[in-house]
C-alpha cells in the first residue's frame, strides 16, 4: 500500500485525475482556432494539409511556439532514424482537456513515401504519422495535428521522428537526402480545466508559481493601506523572492491600490492594522501568513500578508522568504523569527564566487553533463559572474577540463567543440582507437566505459560576462563501411565531468561606473550585497502607481540575478531622503519632479512633466553589442544638451555618481507621465522590442524602442592591486601614447613614487647629536 506523506499534494493528484477523466468522456468544446502566431510561409509556398475535425475543436488557453518551449533553432532531423524534441509542462492547477500542434514542416524530394514518414510523438507514443507524398515533396506545409490528453502529464516531451528512406536498394544511412525540417515557430495550443488546489501554505508557491510554467509570471500585488514605507519593503522582500523563484522566465507584479481583489487568477495581499477582514480571521494577534479563495475567482487564491504594525508586517513577509518551505495551515501566526545575518559583498547565491575555482557539478547535475549519440544535444553550462570582474589586459579565465567519451574502430575525424554564447572558442579531436597511442592504456578499459582526457582550456573574460553559457558538443563522426555494409550503431557516448574547474580568482573587483549594462543584466552595484542591505529606493511623497509596479518589477529582477530576497532594502520618501550618505540610491518618478529640482545639476537628463531634457553623444552612430575588456573604448562622452516640451510619453534611465557621497551609485528611472512607466518595465524584462538591453549611462525608452544616448564613466567602484592601480591610471591619463611610452610613463611615475617614499624615509630617520 502507498502512503502518502503531503496529504495536500495527494488531493491535487486525485482532483487532477478526476477532472481528466471528466474531460476524456466531455470531449473538447466546439469552436474553430484563430490563425496561428508566428511569422508565416509565403502564400505562395504553402500547402495546407486539412486538419482533423476533432482538431478544428480545440479552444486553447495556451498558445506556445516551440521556440518558446526551448527549441532555439527549427528541428532539422536527418537519416534513416532522426528525431528532436521539446519538453512542455502543465501547471499543477491545471488538467489538459484538449490539445494540439500546429505543425509547419518541409521534407526531402528524394523520400521514398511508401517506406518513409514523420512520427509525431507524446511521451514516447506515437500520436500520429504524418505521410511524406511525392508530389508535395520540397514545400512548406502546414498540418493540424490531434494530442490525446490522456498522453499528457506534468511533465512531458513532443517529439517529431523522421523514419526516411531514399532507394530500395544498398543505403546510406546518414545520407544527405534523408531530411526533414520543422520550423520552430510551430504551435502548441492547449486547452486546459483549471481546478482548485487547497488552501493551505505547505504547498507554496503553489498556486502563486509553478515551476511547471515556462512563460513570465505576473502576479498582482495589492495594497489596502497607504503606500507606508515598511509596506513598501515587506512587498519588495515578496517581489525579490518570486523574480528568483521565476529565474529566467522574468516576473512583473502590478500594483493595485484600489483595493479589489484580482478579477481572475492569484494575488497578494498587503495589511497593516488591527483588524482583519480576510478568510476566517476577526483580528491580528501577531505577523500574519493566510492563503483564502479569491472571491472573484473560484480557482484564484490570495496570499495574505499582515500584521498591526510596521515591525509585524516586516517579519511575516520575512518569514516568507526565508522560511516558506516549513510553514503548513490556512493561516500561521510568526512568534519567532531570530534577526537574519548580515549578507557579503558577492556571496549571491546566483553569482559564481570568485574566491576559490569553481567545479561544473556545483552549477548543473551530472546527468545534464552526459551526451548520448551521435546526434546529441549540447552539453550547456550556465554562468553568471560578477560583473565587476576587470579584465582589462588581464589573462583568459583558465578552465581545467576533464572529459571521457567513447573511443570510435577506424580513421575519423570526431571532436569535441566548445562554445561561449554561441562563438566557437576551441576543439580538441576525439581520437578513435586506431588513433590513440598507448594501445595497453586502451586495453585496460572495459567495452563500456569511457576514455578520460584531461585538458586546459583559457577563454577571454568578455565572452563570459553577464549571463553567459559554455557550451560542450561532442561531433562524432560517422564511419562508413562500404555498400550494403552500413548500419548505424548509435553507441557513441561523452561526458564532461563535475570535477572539471573554472577558476576566476586572479580578477579584481572592479567597475568603472556608470554603467546601465551592469544594472540592467545583473542590478549592479546595488546587488553587490543580495540582501540589498546598502541600497534605498527613493520615491516621491505621493507616488504614482505605476511607480510601485516598476519598483516591484525592478525587486523582482534583482531576486533573479541574486537567487536571494531583498531583506534589508530600504524604501523612502521625498526631496530629504536623497540624502542618504550610507546607501546607494535608486529614484523612480513620473510627471512633476520638482523634488528632484537640487539634484538636476548632476543629472545627465530629467523628464518632469512636459518639460525634457537630455544629454546627447555618437553613442547612436556605433555599433552597441561589441564586448571590450578596454572601458576606455566604450566610452561616448556628452557632446551637446537638448531640451524640450512635449506630451509624449517615454522613460529614461540614467546613471550618475551620488552628490552626497562620492563613489556611491545613483540610478534614476523616470518618466514625464506615469503611464511611461510601463516602458521602464518592459525594458527591465526584456520584453519583445527591448532585447536589446540598457547600455551606457543614459538610455531614453520609447515604445519598443531603446535609445543609449551617453557612455561615459565618471567614478568607480572596486579596488585594484598597487601596480594595476597606477597602469589603469597612466591608461586613463595617457590614452593616445604608444604603448611603449606609457611604459615608460608607468616606470616613470613608480620610480618617482620610489624617490617619494625613500626620501619620506630619510626624513622620518632620527639624526645623530
Known amino acids: 500500500m502507498t502512503v502518502c506523506a503531503v496529504p495536500s499534494r495527494c488531493g491535487i493528484s486525485l482532483i487532477r485525475i478526476v477532472l481528466l477523466a471528466f474531460s476524456l468522456a466531455a470531449g473538447a468544446h466546439a469552436q474553430s482556432l484563430p490563425q496561428m502566431d508566428g511569422t508565416p510561409a509565403p502564400a505562395d509556398a504553402v500547402e495546407h494539409v486539412p486538419e482533423t475535425e476533432t482538431a478544428k475543436a480545440l479552444v486553447p488557453q495556451y498558445k506556445l511556439t516551440l521556440e518558446q518551449l526551448g527549441a532555439r533553432y527549427p528541428f532539422y532531423l536527418r537519416g534513416v532514424d532522426g528525431s528532436d524534441s521539446v519538453p512542455f509542462n502543465i501547471r499543477a492547477d491545471e488538467v489538459v482537456t484538449g490539445a494540439k500542434v500546429n505543425l509547419t514542416y518541409s521534407y526531402s524530394p528524394a523520400l521514398l513515401s511508401d517506406l518513409s514518414h514523420i512520427n509525431v510523438l507524446i511521451n514516447d507514443e506515437v500520436v500520429t504519422t504524418l505521410m511524406v507524398p511525392r508530389d508535395e515533396a520540397g514545400k512548406t506545409l502546414q498540418r493540424s495535428v490531434e494530442l490525446p490528453p490522456s498522453l499528457i502529464t506534468e511533465f512531458n516531451h513532443l517529439r517529431l521522428q523522421l523514419i526516411g528512406h531514399y532507394t530500395l536498394e544498398c543505403e546510406d544511412p546518414v545520407h544527405s537526402s534523408l531530411w526533414a525540417s520543422v520550423s520552430n515557430k510551430s504551435q502548441l495550443d492547449l486547452a486546459v480545466q483549471r481546478i482548485s488546489l487547497p488552501e493551505e501554505l505547505s504547498i507554496l508557491p503553489l498556486p502563486f508559481f509553478d515551476y511547471r510554467d515556462t512563460r513570465p509570471l505576473d502576479l498582482p500585488f495589492i495594497f489596502s493601506n497607504d503606500k507606508d514605507a515598511a509596506v513598501m519593503e515587506s512587498a519588495g522582500m515578496v517581489a525579490s523572492w518570486f523574480g528568483a523563484l521565476a529565474g529566467y522566465r522574468g516576473a512583473s507584479f502590478p500594483a493595485n491600490f484600489d483595493g479589489g481583489y484580482p478579477r481572475q487568477g492569484n494575488g497578494i495581499v498587503f495589511v497593516k492594522g488591527n483588524t482583519a477582514s480576510f478568510g476566517h480571521m476577526d483580528a491580528f494577534t501577531g505577523p500574519t501568513l493566510a492563503v483564502a479563495a479569491n472571491p472573484n475567482d473560484e480557482f484564484g487564491k490570495l496570499l495574505l500578508i499582515a500584521g498591526r504594525d510596521d515591525e509585524e508586517i516586516k517579519r511575516a513577509a520575512q518569514a516568507l522568504v526565508t522560511g516558506g518551505a516549513t510553514l503548513s495551515g490556512q493561516v500561521a501566526v510568526i512568534t519567532e523569527l531570530d534577526q537574519l545575518s548580515a549578507r557579503k559583498p558577492y556571496d549571491a547565491p546566483n553569482w559564481l564566487q570568485t574566491d576559490r575555482p569553481i567545479k561544473f557539478g556545483e552549477l548543473v547535475s551530472e546527468q545534464a553533463l552526459s551526451a ?260 576606455r573604448e566604450s566610452q561616448r562622452p556628452v557632446r551637446t544638451d537638448l531640451a524640450y516640451t512635449s506630451t509624449g510619453a517615454n522613460a529614461l534611465f540614467a546613471g550618475f555618481e551620488s552628490p552626497v557621497t562620492a563613489g556611491r551609485s545613483v540610478v534614476l528611472i523616470a518618466s514625464g507621465e506615469p503611464q511611461g512607466q510601463a516602458y521602464a518595465v518592459n525594458a527591465l524584462l526584456g520584453k519583445k522590442g527591448y532585447e536589446q538591453g540598457l547600455q551606457g549611462s543614459l538610455v531614453v525608452v520609447r515604445e519598443q524602442r531603446l535609445n ?48 617619494a617614499f625613500i626620501g619620506w624615509r630619510l626624513w622620518r630617520k632620527p639624526r645623530r647629536v
Not at 581545467?400 to 567513447?406: E, F, H, N, S, V
Not at 561532442?474 to 565531468?497: L, S, T, W
Not at 561615459?712 to 604603448?739: D, K, M
Request: proline letters at 8%; hydrophobic letters at 40%.
Open 372 to 631: 548520448t549519440g551521435y546526434n546529441n544535444a549540447p552539453v550547456r553550462l550556465p554562468l553568471r559572474l560578477p560583473p565587476d570582474l576587470f579584465g582589462w589586459r588581464a589573462k583568459p579565465v583558465p578552465v581545467d577540463l576533464r572529459y571521457r567519451y567513447t573511443p570510435q574502430p577506424g580513421q575519423v575525424n570526431s571532436a569535441l567543440l566548445i562554445s561561449a554564447k554561441e562563438q566557437f572558442l576551441k576543439s580538441f579531436p576525439l581520437r578513435s582507437a586506431d588513433q590513440i597511442n598507448d594501445k595497453n592504456w586502451l586495453k585496460s578499459l572495459s567495452s563500456d566505459e569511457m576514455l578520460p582526457i584531461h585538458a586546459k582550456v583559457e577563454i577571454p573574460l568578455e565572452r563570459l560576462m553577464s549571463r553567459s553559457e559554455l557550451e560542450f558538443k561532442f561531433m562524432y563522426d560517422y564511419v562508413k563501411e562500404g555498400a550494403c555494409r552500413d548500419i548505424i550503431i548509435d553507441n557513441v557516448r561523452g561526458r564532461i565531468d563535475p570535477d572539471s574547474t573554472l577558476d576566476l580568482t586572479h580578477y579584481p573587483h572592479f567597475i568603472p561606473l556608470p554603467d546601465l549594462a551592469a544594472f540592467g543584466n545583473s542590478g549592479f552595484p546595488f546587488t553587490r550585497l543580495a540582501d540589498l542591505s546598502q541600497t534605498a529606493v527613493v520615491l516621491s511623497d505621493q507616488p504614482f502607481t505605476e511607480d510601485v509596479t516598476t519598483y516591484l518589477t525592478l525587486m523582482g529582477r534583482f531576486g533573479m540575478s541574486t537567487g536571494y530576497p531583498a531583506t534589508h532594502v530600504t524604501v523612502a520618501y521625498g526631496q530629504s531622503k536623497l540624502e542618504q550618505a550610507d546607501k546607494d540610491l535608486i529614484i523612480i518618478a513620473s510627471g512633476e519632479q520638482g523634488w528632484l529640482s537640487d539634484w538636476a545639476k548632476y543629472m545627465p537628463a530629467s523628464l518632469s512633466g512636459q518639460n525634457k531634457r537630455f544629454g546627447t553623444s555618437d553613442l547612436t552612430q556605433k555599433i552597441r553589442d561589441w564586448i571590450t575588456p578596454d572601458p
Open 708 to 755: 543609449p544616448l551617453i557612455a561615459e564613466y565618471t567614478y568607480s567602484n572596486g579596488r585594484l592591486g598597487l601596480w594595476r592601480q597606477i597602469e589603469w591610471t597612466v591608461a586613463q591619463y595617457w590614452p593616445n601614447l604608444p604603448a611603449f611610452n606609457r611604459v615608460l610613463g608607468s616606470v616613470a611615475v613608480l620610480l618617482l613614487l620610489i624617490s
